[in-house]
């Protein structure tokens, strides 16, 4: 990323410059993504196409103004910190399940020095974790821990339940080409099987799944059913500053015949 790409992704998420790439500046720009960069899986309903390369994630973030989901978030927010000088290094994850850890290349997050950063989890921790700590680590959205597991590997626990086991071998973007592909074709996937984007908000969270609107304050939920696409495309647009042209597949008036 050259002087004017940072520019413009730090005017993205509403960030200076840091004067340094220390802790304080990664804690401030991590959460400063979560609150502007939704988390959404778009892409697969409307057909588009997943680029995993570094010039086409920051322009889907920056120019087009969208998000994604984990390789597309931390990798585009992998670049920018490189870019202002910090050491990012991407992990290979498997999100558990009901059955244990999902497939290889399941997830992807970023070790950013000594620390774990992850903007492309959605609900998930506000600041970064320190990687070499095993002990409780308090963040608005919980406790969260990091194991040791017997094979090497790191589980990172939220609140006593694992959530996703981590590689520590580098990886690079490539490396989760064939990840992408299986969400976004697999019919055993997440993503193919349900529409959602996510915003973490000063209060809570906002979140549009289909037609379904859902503000969380605190403890406090509110739902609300959107009516007609003009509505949805709305909410979109007002919520997330996403523009579409049309509504996703599967969320039409069409398929709600």
Known sequence: MDETRVKDYLARIGAERPARPDAAALRDLHLRHMRTVPFEN???????????????????????????????LNGAFGALLSALGYDVTPLAGRVFGDDGPGIPYDHMALRVGPWLADVGFGSHTHHPLRIDERGDQADPAGVFRIVE????DLDV???????????????TLRDFI??????RTSPESHFTRS??????????RITLSG??????????????ELGDDAE?????????????DRVPEGVSDRSRS
Do not use: N
């Open 157 to 171: 626990l939220h609140d006593g339940r694992p959530v996703y086991r981590l590689e520590t071998r580098p990886r």
């Open 232 to 244: 949805v495309l709305a909410a979109y647009r007002t919520h997330f500053g996403i523009e579409l």
């Open 211 to 224: 037609r379904t609107l859902t503000r969380t304050v605190g403890e406090e939920r509110e739902k609300q």
């Open 149 to 152: 597991t017997a094979d090497g």
């Open 178 to 183: 064939a990840g992408c592909w299986w969400h």
């Open 42 to 72: 778009l892409a697969i309903h409307l057909g588009e196409d997943i680029v995993l390369d570094e010039d086409a994630l920051v322009a889907k973030v920056v120019d087009r103004r969208r998000g994604g989901f984990c390789y597309e």
């Open 195 to 204: 529409l959602v984007c996510s915003l973490l908000t000063e209060t809570g």
